[in-house]
């Protein structure tokens, strides 16, 4: 056990799985000797050489579409996308070509692409630096979605990510970055797709991933307090979503609170009230409720903080459901 | 002649005129037999009667689409036939006879379009990977995969037998996309071994060249740092020459190239297109004259290194090519939806797999509405 | 009163927007002479001239983004994407640029562009030529997403569009070009962005917009003569939804189905069920049912009919509706 | 020299040397007074002093990100001031000497890095438009623009108070992305009057211009059909003249250029940044001895053409707005949240009116909760 920063944990992730398979490239903008303007690359170049830790041209399509072309000569590309609002210029390499090439090949080609997306706000950046697009990905099939919320997790994770053969978006809350956890580099992990049980509680299920667990986690812990008792699923996999833990923990509360960064509208909010009243109808004590960016683009920084759901908008949220 | 077809004729290498005349160039030369000549004819031949039979099976019904490769012939031909046994190609959706080169079978490049599936021949295999119809988005693949012939340690390592380079297919439309310039920058970047094949057909569907540049193409590689040359696309042997130089470089090390292949696409852009509408028949005219295989067919006769049998022999070759082909075609069935479901990820999902069964159900219940009936 | 197919409404309706403002220019690939891949713009390069009608080089990014430097100076373009598969190139421009400078500029400088694109499947196609975008543009805030499902909605809703100071995203329906309708060029025509009630009916709402309105229509007749009265909702608008419309049908039917080509999987029909619940929880006497593309790229186009939604699948839902 | 600042010297426009003295050049010509070369040093001045003020600020916590231009005032007034009355600017996120000199109040530029707006001035009037932190986007806009200006009879008219350009402002990285290369495509199609200004500052955050070129920027343009020219973008008076020219020829109808301004990031990338991660301190003093500023400073001494209380009024207005703009800045306050939902759309939708509401009284009830306690 060790305890690290999720941006160390990364780090040490990226590392292993350097090791352990000479196919597994990095590549991005200034992950190089710069080591990744968040570090997460630091010191990998220098261990590894740019051979296999690749500084790429200012071109987010190409590096997208290279990485294409190595995986297709059997590499395992892991590539860096610098912020969020970057990934766009790749959008169409990442929907028809990335997404799309096993089901292209009837299942002969696979294409094992790691796309790592710094995702969310919260730190105080300037504009196309705090967005979530998630949803953009997770309706897109042929795409996996993953988000990490500590460090456990985002040391596992990664390497999971690196050795599955399907293409995965890795989101990393970059909020969470400095958030320090205790990783054991010799456990074995949940398997990559599984949704957590974060913490336990009866009253109402709150759905969250990525940098908003930890503040359910916060409202749970501020709800006790109120003698309420907050479930906290950590979703981890946004594509495909566990539904089978979803629902047992609905089904167990009866209520159902989706906290998301992201805005609202057809945000993972939407498809996760969609399945719960699907699967959970008659035990439903109340609708859905989400607890999700305003629909605005991501406001300058100043207002950030109002703009992204917190503990008290959470709290709101549940004591909405339980009024119902 | 016409504006689109204005080339800076003197930058044009040439080895073989539209009259079927060998003539020489400063730098580049072909030094193959009269038997690879008539070889390239035949892949020719074969190419154009596998284009023109399956414009006949979509006019039919039996093909949804085609995009035809009329009149590029010898581009395709000549660079495919310039290919060492280890290189990779990257087309675009209209390389059949490049396909045909590689030894894909062609009843396989049909599927795409008959709406059975997206490519029915193994890339690995074959070294010619799926077709691509988002314009510009495989150069890029391309350029990834010279990458990594790289760090396979595969390029300009001394051995002839293990070097390899990639070429890349695109049109004249494609040099406007985004994708392909930065696979200009990534190639250059990286020094790769890939060969930027430009299929100048004068046409992106309805728009002329002179909308995507003001300049010959194969001026665009002079802004990345790397060399262009256009070739006569309708002369097979400069084409060889031309791409086998290309190919060499790369497979040493010396980096990227571009070929600008100017030719012209003297059928409609594919099968749903009515090129009547924004071109004139003059400049159809004018490019007949210059037809690929008749000036190899002229060569070969002057010459006479082959008798007349292979002439007639070829149209009987190429007439059952076509025959097996449209057989094979009326035979080529789309597996069920049902099967896809499992096409999607390699670790299955829940999700998909209850999607699956789902589906199957439902399918079933109307299979079994049908059988009580 | 003409009749009209759809292709020739948009045509008709394109050629009064250029007619009535000077400022109204078309951008895209072939439109000119050729007229468009779908021939929608035919003849107008003729009467307008090529500097209102303009053909433009193949590279979608560059055309969105020299629309918006044209609208920044107060032009209104209106561009056409050739096939809903090609957009992916132009999204970063879409999402990063289009969408959010109105709000960058404090509301100040508006953004009138209008971007065409013919969608979804059914004609047969390859692939990347049968996609369902929406949902995509429909998450990012500043876009305005909208789709005809007939004649009339075509000739109105595509002028309605160009006049908005929004930028609009018009998703043409391409297997329903060629249907035939009722064009009223003297109409009042219905606010752009409401939704209309295209068949009344009593027991189950069915939702849907764009192609799949026709195949609803066609289910609520085939209901009928089993006796069931099915309400068929044209949404017109994906961005922003018409919760009332929706809503009011639902309170009376007490259950819906929603219906499109996109997939399923964080399509519109997940943020539909999502609001549904949350207004009509009481009300509802099922959960809302989803008829959706499966989460597969799009298959091949011999098996594209049993990929989308048609008339048996709506059925079925409804039946399953009912049954709860 | 470094390698990353090795250039064909011999292509390189200059007027000025680093030494302050003024050298002739074939084919161009600074004609500027003195009292104009005076002027370009007052705006240097003012543009570094704002930049060192600004970084300042951002160390104390007033801002959240600066992006520093430090050693590249000459590349921005130069160009700047050759703008005419009606020409108009697309920057980066780096261009505050050119705001400075279009008029923009030195305050509205901080708004952005403070994160209380994302550009408060107005594009309108200033003809600046705003930053653009998507590396390319903005020169496509550029591009559009300048198409516009021609559908409105503004170019190459015979009228020079009517005549306009565009110039577009990007960074050597931004030449590798996809959207500055269509950029390219769509001016030389259309012969759009669009200045390409690309300030090659020789590094990308942390990546060096090679690894976006390996040959000189300028000669980009070759690729696409238009003139590319090198100046040195440390020599106002070189930036200046090269820019004069290309802004008329744009202006007369005669389309797009592209300037490489060669010259150095003496900073951090940004404020967020640690360059002794990844470039030696060589370079930084093989470029100190270039310095913008110094050399008109060196010049103007010697020319005596102005008296030495203009470099200390220089120095006093200088630190007045150093002074002013951190009262301001300090005083730069976010608009509410709640105001924004009613900038999303020209027309407001349902939706988001209700969400406003919906926000409104949520804020509304911890102000009661604050007010009740
Ligand atoms: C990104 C993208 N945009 C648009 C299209 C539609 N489209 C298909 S082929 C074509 C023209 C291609 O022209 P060119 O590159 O010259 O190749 P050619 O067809 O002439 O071989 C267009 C616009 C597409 N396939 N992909
Ligand atoms: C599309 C995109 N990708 C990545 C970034 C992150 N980023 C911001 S500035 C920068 C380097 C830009 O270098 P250059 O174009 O040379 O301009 P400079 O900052 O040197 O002025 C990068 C990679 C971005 N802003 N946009
Ligand atoms: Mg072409
Ligand atoms: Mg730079």
Redesign the interface.
Known sequence: MTTLTMAKALNAGLRRALEADPKV?LCG??I????G?FRITEGLQKDFGE?RVI?????E??I????????????R?VVEIQFD??V??A???I???V??L?????????LPVVIRIPFGGGI??????SESPE??F?????L?VVTCSNPSDAYWMIQQSIA???PIIFLEPKRRYHDKGEVDVDATPLPL?QATVAREGTDVTLLAYGPMVRTCLDAAAAAEEEGRSLEVVDLRTL???D??TVVRSVQKTGRAVVVHE??????????L??RI??HC?YSLE?????VAG????Y??????D??LPDL??VL?AVDRSLA? | MLSTTTADETDLVQLLTPEGVRVEHPEYEFTGSDEEIAGHLRDMVLGRRLDTEATALQRQGELGLWASLLGQEAAQVGSARALGPNDVVFPTYREHAVALCMGVDPIDLLGLFRGVDMGGWDAEATRFRFYTLVIGAQTLHACGYAMALERDGLVGNGTKEEDAAVVAYFGDGATSQGDVNEAFVFASSYNAPVVFFCQNNQWAISEPMSRQSRIPLYKRSLGFGFPGVRVDGNDVLAVRAVTERALERARNGGGPSLIEAFTYRMGAHTTSDDPSKYRLADELETWRLRDPIERVRALLRTSGSVGESFFCDLETEADDLAADLRRRCLQLQAPGLGSMFGNVYGEQTEYLAAQQQAYAEYADSFEMEAGAR
Chains 1, 3 share one sequence.
């Open positions: 490239l903008e200034d190089g000797k710069l080591g303007v051979h500084d790429s041209p200012l071109a399509s190409g997208v579409g290279t990485a294409v072309g190595m995986a297709m000569r059997g590499y590309p609002g970057f766009f210029p959008y169409d390499q929907v028809t070509q997404a799309k096993r089901f292209r090949t009837q299942g002969r080609q696979s105080g950046a300037v504009e196309h630096h949803a953009y997770s309706h897109t099939p042929g996996k599955s053969d399907d797709h594509s495909p979503i539904t089978a992201a805005q609202q509208n057809l945000g993972l909010g939407a498809e009230s969609a009243t699907e109808f109340a609708p859905v409720l989400r305003y629909d605005m683009p406001p300058p920084s100043r207002v950030e109002e703009y008290d908008r709101d119902h």
